[in-house]
T-cell receptor
């Protein structure tokens, strides 16, 4: 299995531009999570999906952030317009939740976002 | 707000010594998990302990869970330089199907 695949690996953009981060979860996993990691705030859960449906987006910082999961094998996190304070590493993770909940997460390699 | 809080924030030991990291949390949990992150990489799952378990082992790792004190510890025995990384505890909430991470402990193992 290729694991969770994120793209791009690095993104450098200018303030005000639209940024789209992509994630392909592990095949068969039915939960997908977007996290943001910074030195100041650590790992923050932004949003998670179960069976392609957004369950909790309370961690999304502002209306400038949006996430979609059009099918079981693809998700996007979009920031529009981007701001310098959005600079961080964004991780996607997936898990299989059957009858149990909160099962272990498999993380992608992350997208290092720099907004100038 | 973050659920788990690791202690210490940073730990430096000599190779061969044992490393102990602690985690405290605030609300009811289904399970508690420990992850490792090497610099510039994604997190890797190490071990999961359920709320009805008290101790779990995996290789050189030993995890304990005390639900009455809302705390857990991760022990790495006979540490190696390759164990140098950040270690995070994460709690699976009973109220929500999501996993919340603490701020992490940075471990340095000196050869």
């Amino acid at each position: 299995d290729a694991g969770v695949i994120q793209s791009p690996r690095h993104e450098v953009t200018e303030m005000g531009q639209e940024v789209t981060l992509r994630c392909k979860p592990i095949s068969g996993h039915n939960s997908l999570f977007w996290y943001r990691q910074t030195m100041m705030r650590g790992l923050e859960l932004l949003i998670y999906f179960n069976n392609n449906v957004p369950i909790d987006d309370s961690g999304m910082p502002e209306d400038r952030f949006s996430a979609k999961m059009p099918n079981a094998s693809f998700s996007t996190l979009k920031i529009q317009p981007s701001e310098p304070r959005d600079s961080a590493v964004y991780f996607c993770a997936s898990s299989f939740t059957g009858t149990a909940t909160n099962e272990k997460l498999f993380f992608g390699s992350g997208t290092q976002l720099s907004v100038l | 707000s973050q659920q788990g809080e690791e202690d210490p924030q940073a730990l430096s030991i000599q190779e061969g010594e044992n490393a102990t990291m602690n985690c405290s949390y605030k609300t009811s949990i289904n399970n508690l998990q420990w992850y490792r992150q090497n610099s510039g990489r994604g997190l890797v799952h190490l071990i999961l302990i359920r709320s009805n378990e008290r101790e779990k082992h995996s290789g050189r790792l030993r995890v304990t869970l005390d639900t009455s004190k809302k705390s857990s510890s991760l022990l790495i025995t006979a540490s190696r330089a390759a164990d140098t990384a950040s270690y995070f505890c994460a709690t699976g909430q009973t109220s929500y199907d999501k996993v919340i991470f603490g701020p992490g402990t940075s471990l340095s193992v000196i050869p």
